[in-house]
Every structure is written in structure tokens, then in C-alpha cells.
């Protein structure tokens, strides 16, 4: 814009120092008397004249380069600002996906953290629990011995007691055998006598 602004000024001013001499040429057009100085001047006026429509025909032709130019720049521009208004609507758009990812770090952190206290309380427990079921064990090792001891007591005093029982039958039938066996010598000795 500055540029076109420029050569406008520039022709305007050329415009106007044509002007001053054609005004300047047409003043010693009047005073001349002679018909030479005459068709001199008239040839001059018409050289300055061709000159000027030269100029001012390069005049319109440079400002119609201009204002193409300008034109593009303008579309140029507004390309730009669209590109630039799609590009600051993105970094708003990635602005907000990283805000929402975030929060959803902090909760991920947040969630594990109260996974990762979970896991110490459950191991915790099961630490509880494997002592206890320790303990259990250890208890159940000790009450198999002892019960194995009382069944080895047990069966001691059973055999015992079976001995003693086959002892007591033992006699019981000596006893019932010696008394049997007098009892028929008795018989056999008391019809015989």
C-alpha cells in the first residue's frame, strides 16, 4: 500500500510539473509573434503533451500491477489469517485434550495410589493369615502327635487289657475244667465206692 501510495505521489507530482510547463509553454505561445516560434512551441506542446498521455497511460498500467499485487497480498493475508484462526481453534482444541488428559492422570495416579494402599492392607492381612494358618498347622502337627501317642496308649492298654482278659479266661477255664474234671471224678469215684 505504502509503494502504491508512493508512485501516486510521484505521478501527481510529475502531473503537476507537466502541467506548470505546458502552462509555461502556452504563455510563450501567446507572446510570440512569429509563426516559427509558433510551430515550434505547438511541436513542443504536442511532444509534452505525447509525453504526458505516455506517462500517464505507464501511470494506469503500474497502478493496475499494483492493485493486482495488492489483490493477491490480500488474498494472501486472508489465507493467513484463516490458517492462523484454524491453528489458534487446534492449539485451543490441544489445549483442552491435554487439560482433559491431565485430569485424568491425576485420577489415574489418584486410583492407583488408593490400588497400591489396597494391596498393602490385603498383604497385610494375608501376612495375618499365613501366621495364623502357621500357627494352625503347627498346632494340628502337635495335636497328630499327641493324638498318635494316645492311640498308641490306647492300643497298649487295649492289648493289656486283652491280655489280661485272656489271662482271666485262661483261668476261668482252668477253674471250670479242674472242677469239671473233679466233679466226674466225684461221680466216678463216689457210684464205684
Known sequence: KRALREQCAALD????ALAEEK??????????DDSEGKAALAEKLQEANGELKEEVMQSYKENARIAQELAAKVNELTVLREEQDKATTEIDKLGLTVGELGERNK???TQLEDEK???RVLKVELDTLIEEKQTVESRLEGSQVENRK????LLEMKEKEAERMNAANDYY?????????????????GGGG
Not at 23 to 32: D, I, P, S, T, V
Not at 150 to 153: K, P, V
Open 117 to 119: 494402599n489396597s494391596c
Open 107 to 109: 485420577d489415574l495416579l
Open 173 to 189: 477255664d482252668n477253674v471250670v475244667s479242674n472242677a469239671n474234671l473233679q466233679a466226674q471224678r466225684r461221680l466216678s469215684g
Open 13 to 16: 507530482k510529475s502531473n503537476k
Open 150 to 153: 494316645l492311640i498308641e496308649m
Open 23 to 32: 502552462g509555461q509553454l502556452k504563455e510563450e505561445l501567446l507572446h510570440k
